[in-house]
């Protein structure tokens, strides 16, 4: 068998449903806004994208129009569908096309055919178009018609708008799943937190600002806190840059709590958070410095 590095993810999803925007907000420094100027995907856009060092996604942006689809589920699918590890589908909430889930599971039976092992993640997306009083309900009535077609194959659904952090969690999960030796991060993660009797430790990406790993010593309401982060410092990342600096490192602190988000190993942010106001930023700082040589 070949090894995982030489997997491919999938990404699929009728034309305009938005695969090609969020490949670029999350990989490519795109702005949402600079996603309306994309024309469609013609064919396969392969791109081979590194991540922490040394894990290497090759990712498949597979264009969506009609003519396209046919020729992935005719000429193509023998080679197309083999060798994934992960298969991802986007679908545009706002669409009733029916062809849409028509297609989605012929994708879906090509993965139990060539890829079995494969990880198949569905995004029902631009959930921003659905007024919030009506988004839970349309979204579960849409994952309960994807696990209709899913073929009793494990499908991980997920809400996602370019315009909000929602994206930022999804494709943080994605990537955690293809992760080697997650579990052995977030173990050192935890007693890291714990040596420096801080409230939170999170482990970023560096180029994407994903969420690799967290450790929280206390509970927290706020469920999608680290990837509003994400989406925070990934749009003042970029601000930075088009004023020609470099985002470094930034210390967020009031009476209550004080939060440092710094440069940690070589393809990682670390951010720590304490509430306990007698922990000296410096003393911080220095535990930082010690811990990175243990993580990279
Ligand atoms: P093909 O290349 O034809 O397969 O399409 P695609 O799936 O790559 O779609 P693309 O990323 O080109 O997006 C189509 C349009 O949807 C763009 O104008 C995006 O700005 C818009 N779009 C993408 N994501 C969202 C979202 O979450 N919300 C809203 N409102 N619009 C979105």
Known sequence: ???????????????????????????????????????FTIAINESRIRFLGTLCLALWDCGGQDHFMQHYFESQRDTLFRSVQVLIYVFDIK?????????????????????????????????DLIPLEKRSETYSKKE??????????????????????????AWSKIVNYMI???????????KFCVACEADEVVLFEKSTFLVISSYSAKEHRDTHRFEKISNIIKLFK???SKAAARFKSMTVANSNFCAFIDEFTSSTYIMLVSSDSSVQPALTQMNIGIAKKHFE
């Open 180 to 190: 080697p030796n997650s579990e052995m991060l977030s173990q050192s993660l935890k």
């Open 144 to 169: 309960r018609e994807v696990y209709q077609n899913s073929e009793n194959l494990s499908v991980v659904c997920f809400a996602t708008s370019i315009w909000d952090e929602t994206l930022y969690l």
């Open 238 to 240: 970029l601000s930075c």
């Open 1 to 39: 068998e070949e090894n995982d590095s030489n997997r491919k993810v999938l990404l699929m999803g009728k034309n305009g449903a938005g695969k090609t925007s969020m490949r670029s907000i999350i990989f490519a420094n795109f702005l949402p806004k600079d996603t309306m100027r994309l024309g």
């Open 95 to 127: 669409s009733d096309d029916q062809r849409d889930m028509k297609y989605y599971k012929s994708c879906v039976e090509a993965i139990k055919e060539h890829s079995p092992t494969a990880r198949i993640f569905v995004l029902i997306h631009k959930m």
